[in-house]
Nanobody, 113 residues
Framework: QVQLVESGGGLVQPGGSLRLSCAVS????????MGWYRQTPGKQRELVAT???????TYADSVKGRFTISRDGAKNTVYLEMNTLKPEDTAVYYC???????WGQGTQVTVSS
């Protein structure tokens, strides 16, 4: 059984930072390309960043230079370090193994003064 549990969200002022974590249970992590997505009400879920098992990363243009995705194979965890946060980064953030049907419950990030 696969479970994904996101954590680390919260309320932060513009310009601040947060680090999201996603713990993955089940035997998928080592071979999975992991992604972070975000969604705001009334909008489609947006792909923010991905990381391959070998550490190759991609980013949406809107977060390049501000967000960093990483993974720890020993902990079966993927991270999203978010810096210089903007109000438009406000969303529910989800992790997801690309090509699979599993999603976590998400973690809310709110950027507001």
């Amino acid at each position: 059984q696969v479970q994904l549990v996101e954590s680390g969200g919260g309320l932060v002022q513009p310009g601040g930072s947060l680090r999201l974590s996603c713990a993955v249970s089940g035997r998928i992590f080592s071979a999975a390309v992991m992604g972070w997505y975000r969604q705001t009400p009334g909008k489609q879920r947006e792909l923010v960043a991905t990381i391959t098992p070998t550490g190759i990363t991609t980013y949406a243009d809107s977060v390049k230079g501000r967000f960093t995705i990483s993974r720890d194979g020993a902990k079966n965890t993927v991270y999203l370090e978010m810096n210089t946060l903007k109000p438009e980064d406000t969303a529910v953030y989800y992790c997801h193994p690309l090509g699979m049907a599993y999603w976590g419950q998400g973690t809310q990030v709110t950027v507001s003064s």
